[in-house]
């Protein structure tokens, strides 16, 4: 008896080591891998953005009043910077998303959210679908 007693814990070692056969439907690792995996969400719309000629054509700066217009003006902040690779307002910039027409443009702030601007007789027009958030902006000379 003394003999299988030291014999015992190397039994135990053994049997730790085998591995479940597929035949034994054995599996290696978490048993609902598919509820701790990360889902990844791949978007299959593709913007085509190598022609941004049609906002090139407003680039500028744009002004809800004309004090807005004036570089010099530190208190009138409420202007907007547009460029062909998107706009800027309070020093934030939002790059082009998708070009919807050639007077309309979605465009996404560092945080992802997305906000469509358009043009219309040379007037910007900020959140053009929302009527009690629109904003229209008119082009500083």
Same mark, same amino acid.
């Given at each position: 008896?003394?003999?299988?007693?030291?014999?015992?814990?190397?039994?135990?070692?053994?049997?730790?080591?085998?591995?479940?056969?597929?035949?034994?439907?054995?599996?290696?690792?978490?048993?609902?891998?598919?509820?701790?995996?990360?889902?990844?969400?791949?978007?299959?719309?593709?913007?085509?953005?190598?022609? +941004?000629?049609? &906002? $090139?054509?407003?680039? %500028?700066?744009?002004?809800?009043?004309?004090? !807005?217009?004036?570089?010099?003006?530190? #208190?009138?902040?409420?202007?907007?910077?547009?460029?062909?690779?998107?706009?800027?307002?309070?020093?934030?910039?939002?790059?082009?998303?998708?070009?919807?027409?050639?007077?309309?443009?979605?465009?996404?702030?560092s945080d992802?959210? +997305?906000?469509? &601007? $358009?043009?219309?007789? %040379?007037?910007?027009?900020?959140?053009?679908? !929302?009527?009690?958030?629109?904003?229209? #902006?008119?082009?500083?000379?």
């Open positions: 008896m003394i003999r299988l007693i030291p014999l015992l814990p190397l039994a135990l070692l053994a049997g730790c080591n085998e591995l479940p056969s597929e035949d034994e439907g054995g599996t290696i690792g978490y048993d609902r891998p598919a509820e701790i995996a990360p889902q990844l969400e791949l978007s299959t719309e593709i913007n085509d953005l190598s022609d +941004r000629s049609a &906002l $090139a054509a407003f680039a %500028g700066r744009y002004g809800v009043s004309a004090a !807005d217009c004036d570089p010099d003006n530190r #208190y009138m902040t409420e202007y907007i910077e547009v460029a062909d690779v998107g706009f800027a307002y309070r020093g934030e910039l939002n790059t082009l998303h998708s070009i919807d027409s050639d007077t309309r443009f979605t465009f996404s702030s992802g959210a +997305r906000e469509t &601007l $358009a043009f219309a007789d %040379g007037d910007l027009l900020r959140w053009p679908d !929302d009527r009690a958030r629109r904003t229209v #902006y008119q082009r500083c000379r």
